[in-house]
């Protein structure tokens, strides 16, 4: 059991490096070029991913939300979440406005089709 254990816990290590490798964005790699750091993850099976994960990254979160699996990288989103973006706000109070100011008129309009119809039922009960 333990054999197994000093083959699979570098195997685990290399195969984490890779994936993270490959996730991280070319802005991102350190020192070196991403095709560079995946060459040497695999190519120096224990010592390539420790010196990526200790020196290939950088490790700071990225600003503006961007993630590793953030696949265009030329399209930078200014805000992580619609509740953050102030026009996106601004645009829904403005929907919310006119929503009122449509069901203000509906209102309306149903108030003054109840009047007609009972004036229209007072005038035919009248007549009789």
């Known amino acids: 059991m333990l054999r197994a254990l000093i083959y699979l816990l570098p195997l685990a290590l290399t195969i984490f490096a ?30 390539g991913p420790i010196v990526w ?10 600003a503006g939300g961007r993630t590793p699996s953030e696949w265009h990288r030329n399209h930078r989103q200014q ?8 026009d996106f706000l601004k645009s829904l109070k403005e929907e919310n406005k006119k929503d009122e100011a449509l069901l203000k008129d509906w209102e309306a309009d149903l108030r003054r089709r109840e009047e007609e119809l009972k004036r229209r039922e007072n005038g035919t009960e009248e007549a009789s």
């Open 79 to 86: 805000w992580v979440a619609p509740d953050d973006n102030p």
């Open 18 to 47: 890779f994936i993270d490798c490959l996730n991280t964005p070319e802005d991102e790699a350190r020192h070196l070029p991403k095709i560079a750091w995946v060459f040497i993850i695999l190519l120096f099976w224990i010592v």
């Open 53 to 62: 994960l200790a020196a290939g990254k950088v490790r700071q979160p990225p």
